[in-house]
């Protein structure tokens, strides 16, 4: 009987939860022995919903994601709270911080990312280059940035709490950062009563998804839902105070502008870099993430994979192979992530089978079809009476010279006061990219087009229709037409979760267990509300 084929997961987040969901058939089946080293002492859960969970807007029973008791029926062996310290690819083994070395003849990497520490005098910062590595390997390899009382990222369930206890006190918040992932939080937390900053130091929030009055309306949003915008404010420096008890504590951040801001909570949200601690020490090309060609494969090692946020998918050629710095960095969302892991875990299942009849190569019917590039990705924020989507590049202006883009065509529409904006981008008039602020239904209607890669109409006015007071979206036949998608991180259609509703999912969390729609990013969720409300009100009338 040939031997099962041994991989080793390491990472048990949102991306490496789905690979072991992808996988559990072929584990099952004997053909395949699955190891996972969580890292983490909890099942996997969804991060993205960190913010919601930290101001008690989710609790953490809706956030999990895994199955540990189903996978360990099915024959997998689940580590929780158990990291991995080093890749041996010599001796083809991961070793863990309890002593365990697990042998592998495939290693897949799917450890995210932490966020970024910025540099302020008060705050230890380390480098992750291999020098520091090799000095400091315990004290860096799986472990994140220790930080003074009164700082926090956003991250994970410890990070929540702290968020938690500030928010129920009613403290003062500053957020450091404008991009969505701190925005969502500062919109929950003022939501929740809590008094909220958030600092940056560019002129517009979400300057890497929004043009300049995108921005500016979404500033006025915040600041209209009692979130307090400092804008063109570089943070320097940071204060503290000692409590009672001796501890010591954060008390203020200190701008290069000379502002000093009070605070309760200091939360950092600079962005992430993916955790390539590992692959560094064990000799893996890495970049901006862990450098893997279109099959997810390290460059350096035929046997060690990469996918969701550490992965950085670039085509192996002469001229990159000769490269310092490569293109492209790990996508950071979760449907890249998901794909990913998908098809990854078809393309062992393929392996394993062959193995088992004895050829050692794919059928043509059972290798995986290659896996498609990316798109850009849709980028969207969601928090009470804020609402805003995004996606590709908004930067050029109604009145840019036609010349150096002939095909282009810009149309912005904007309503300050009402806290309204849209700015469509087309070429040959198929829609490229867009920037919707305040403007829902417009915004899906456009998702849709962009997803279709369908043209706008000759007249862009038509399109605030969607968001107009006298619109009735029961009356549009294309909102509710069965192969429109709603849930794009797990490509769920309209249609699908109406079969849900039928066999009777009546909440939108029986749909996103049946049909995973929901799980994602969490956009999609309002959707998903009117079509089971649209379900179980046509269910009244046949009914009557």
């Not at 910062?125 to 799986?142: C, I, N, P, Q, W």
């Not at 989507?389 to 300050?416: I, K, N, Y």
């Not at 049909?515 to 009117?530: D, Q, Y």
Request: hydrophobic share 40%; proline share 5%; glycine share 12%.
């Amino acid at each position: 009987m040939t031997s099962p084929l041994r991989i080793v997961l390491i990472g048990y987040g949102l991306v490496g939860a789905r690979f072991v969901e992808e996988l559990l058939p072929e584990v099952s089946a004997g053909r395949i022995a699955l190891t996972v080293v969580a890292g983490e002492p909890v099942e996997a859960y969804n991060r993205v919903l960190v913010a919601e969970h930290a101001v008690g807007n989710a609790e953490l029973e809706s956030m999990l994601v895994g199955d540990r008791s189903g996978a360990e029926a099915a024959g997998a062996r689940i580590l929780l709270g158990v990291a991995a310290t080093s890749i041996d690819r010599d001796r083809r083994v991961v070793r863990c911080a309890n002593g365990d070395e697990l042998p592998y003849d495939r290693v897949v990497l799917a450890t995210g990312s932490r966020a970024n520490t910025p540099t302020l005098d008060g705050v230890e910062r380390h480098r992750r280059d291999l020098a520091s590595l090799e000095k400091h390997a315990m004290a860096l390899v799986a472990r994140d940035d220790t930080l003074p009382e009164g700082i926090t990222a956003l991250r994970d369930l410890d990070d929540a709490q702290r968020v938690r206890s500030a928010v129920r006190g009613r403290r003062r918040i500053i957020v450091l950062g404008a991009g969505v992932l701190g925005l969502e939080l500062a919109l929950a937390a003022a939501h929740a009563g809590a008094q909220v900053c958030v600092v940056h130091h560019g002129a517009i929030p979400m300057p890497r998804n929004l043009d300049r009055g995108g921005g500016h309306v979404l500033r006025s949003a915040l600041r209209r839902s009692g979130v307090t915008v400092i804008a063109h404010s570089r943070a320097e420096t940071v204060g503290f105070r000692t409590d009672a008890d001796g501890t010591r504590r954060f008390d203020m951040l200190v701008t290069a502008d000379g502002k000093q801001l009070r605070g309760d909570l200091l939360v950092l949200s600079c962005g992430v870099s993916p955790r390539n601690e590992l692959a560094t020490l064990a000799g893996l090309r890495t970049a901006v993430g862990v450098v893997v060609g279109p099959d997810l494969r390290s460059w350096t090692d035929p046997d060690v994979y990469a996918i969701g946020d550490c992965a950085q998918v670039v085509e192996r050629t002469d001229e990159t192979a000769g490269r310092r710095d490569l293109p492209g960095a790990p996508a950071g969302l979760v449907a890249p992530g998901w794909r990913q892991a998908s098809w990854l875990a078809g393309a062992f299942a393929a392996e394993a089978a062959a193995e088992a009849a004895g050829s050692g190569i794919p059928d043509d019917d059972a290798e995986s079809a290659p896996l498609p590039p990316e798109r850009d990705a849709i980028v969207m924020l969601k928090a009470e009476h804020v609402d805003v989507v995004a996606v590709g590049d908004v930067s050029g202006e109604p009145w840019d010279d036609d010349a150096l883009t002939p095909r282009r065509r810009v149309a912005q529409w904007a309503d300050p006061e009402h806290l309204r904006y849209v700015k469509m981008v087309t070429d040959g008039g198929v829609l490229t990219g867009f920037a919707c602020v305040g403007m829902p239904r417009t915004a899906a209607e456009l998702t849709l087009l962009y997803d279709r890669g369908g043209e706008l109409p000759a007249d862009r006015s038509v399109l605030l229709r969607f968001d107009g007071p006298d619109y009735d979206p029961g009356a549009d036949a294309d909102a509710f037409a069965p192969e429109t998608t709603v849930c794009w991180c797990n490509g769920v259609t309209v249609g699908r979760i109406e079969e849900s509703a039928a066999c009777g999912s009546t909440t939108v969390e029986c749909v996103g267990r049946d049909t995973r729609a929901g799980t994602g990013c969490g956009g999609c969720r309002g959707r998903i509300a009117e079509i089971l409300a649209r379900a179980a009100e046509a269910d009244g009338a046949l009914t009557a």
